[in-house]
């Protein structure tokens, strides 16, 4: 029989077991309680951003919106300036602190308060985004000087004119000349006019906007001009830069003493562009190519040297330069037999690069039409009768009603 000692031994090892479990217990419970309580702090401090942030959205909608204004003048060296705002009168203004005067220019687009017209910041040069969506950037041709044939005179001329001045303007300076400011590419349609200047858009690092002359004839008095302007703004913000202008005949015929009101607003978008291709202010790295197949309607004024200063013309393409053409359109073709280039260039005596490339797209065409999996000699007369047939009735329906 256990004494009353052992007993008492006993209870006093079982409380002391339930004392340390109660501990632990008690320990455990302490550290969720903790760790509850940083959950709690960071949501607190989550909460507490998003209302500040909240607050700093709410002072910045209550603030007073800002006019935009045009400096026209400065007074004296403290800031003062004479702007024109957007609503139409002009005021004598102050700038704010936070704007440095050495930073405003005259003609700077600023922002004035309300209230006190003070200067408050600048703004960024205003483009229409009809200009904006010129410059050419991921759509860039996939096209290089390899895929031009019989050319080489005239990509010789344009490479010394528009990429040489960029690339190497040491040149210029050691020889003691002004790198040519322009070029105005001319010869029929389908010459490949336009194909080089894809291929300059391609080959080079500069900026490139495209411009179609018909898209500068606007309805309204005055926006064809304005519009001239911010693209040689645009153009010289992003120098180094290549204006391309295709079918410049549109904005660029000669201009005539009797003239109807749409007429004279043309003169107006010509003569903006002839100030700007030619004017006091100096355009920098930008250089500009001209595309037409009207030389002989175009003003004089466009035309003589300071605005376009070479005329390379895209003459119909000889027996060499057709051969260099087929070659090039045929490269990537599956062709069963090999092709007989001097029978194809005699027979397309007067073809454009344009009307090769349609007759090697037709040659196709019959492969298709007969289920082949490859084109054939026959294919390429069959296509060259039908191209150069076509060609044939419209030079003699131009030549009617000439």
């Known amino acids: 029989m256990t004494t009353t000692k052992e007993k008492k031994k006993k209870e006093d090892g ?4 339930y004392l340390i479990t109660y501990t632990r217990h008690l320990e455990k419970r302490l550290r969720n309680l903790e760790t509850e309580k940083q959950l709690l702090d960071a949501e607190r401090l989550r909460l507490e951003q998003e209302l500040h942030s909240l607050r700093n959205e709410i002072d910045r909608l209550r603030e007073p919106p800002l006019v935009s204004a045009t400096i026209i003048d400065f007074l004296d060296e403290k800031g003062r300036a004479i702007v024109k705002s957007s609503t139409g009168p002009s005021f004598v203004v102050n700038s704010s602190r936070k704007v440095k005067n050495e930073k405003l220019t005259s003609g700077m687009r600023v922002a004035l308060n309300q209230r006190t017209f003070a200067i408050m910041e600048v703004l960024p040069t205003k483009l229409d985004p009809f200009v ?3 410059e050419v950037i991921d759509s860039i041709p996939d096209i290089s000087y390899t895929d031009v044939g019989g050319l080489e005179d005239q990509m010789q001329e344009v490479r010394e004119t528009v990429e040489l001045p960029l690339k190497k303007p040491e040149l210029f300076k050691r020889i003691g000349i002004e790198p040519p400011k322009g070029v105005l590419l001319f010869g029929p349609p389908g010459t490949g006019k336009t194909l080089l200047a894809k291929a300059v858009a391609h080959e080079t690092e500069a900026t490139f906007i495209r411009i179609i002359g018909s898209e500068l004839v606007q309805k309204f008095i005055g ?3 304005r519009l001239v302007r911010e693209i ?3 153009a010289k913000e992003k120098a180094p830069t290549i204006l391309f202008i295709d079918e410049l005949d549109a904005i660029g015929s000669q201009r005539l003493k009797i ?3 749409g007429d004279r607003e043309v003169q107006r978008t010509l003569m903006q562009l002839l100030s700007e291709l030619d004017g006091f202010e100096q355009r920098g790295d930008v250089k500009i190519i001209g595309a037409t197949n009207r030389i002989d309607i175009l003003d004089p004024a466009l035309l003589r040297p300071g605005r376009f200063d070479r005329m390379i013309e895209f003459p119909i393409p000889d027996e060499v330069a057709r051969e260099a053409i087929f070659k ?4 990537n073709l599956n062709i069963e037999d090999a092709l007989d280039y001097k029978k194809l260039v005699k027979q397309t005596e007067g073809a454009t690069g344009a009307d090769i490339k349609a007759i090697c797209t037709e040659a196709g065409m019959f492969a298709i039409r007969k289920d082949a999996d490859m084109i054939i000699n026959k294919d390429f007369n069959d296509a060259v ?4 047939n076509k060609a ?5 329906e131009s030549r009617l009603y000439s």
């Open 223 to 225: 926006e064809g001009a």
């Open 328 to 331: 090039i359109h045929t490269r």
């Open 132 to 134: 904006k969506g010129m």
């Open 14 to 17: 079982k409380d002391g077991e």
């Open 385 to 388: 009768n039908k191209v150069m």
């Open 392 to 396: 044939k009735e419209q030079f003699v």
């Open 259 to 261: 003239a109807t009101s």
């Open 232 to 234: 040689f703004n645009m």
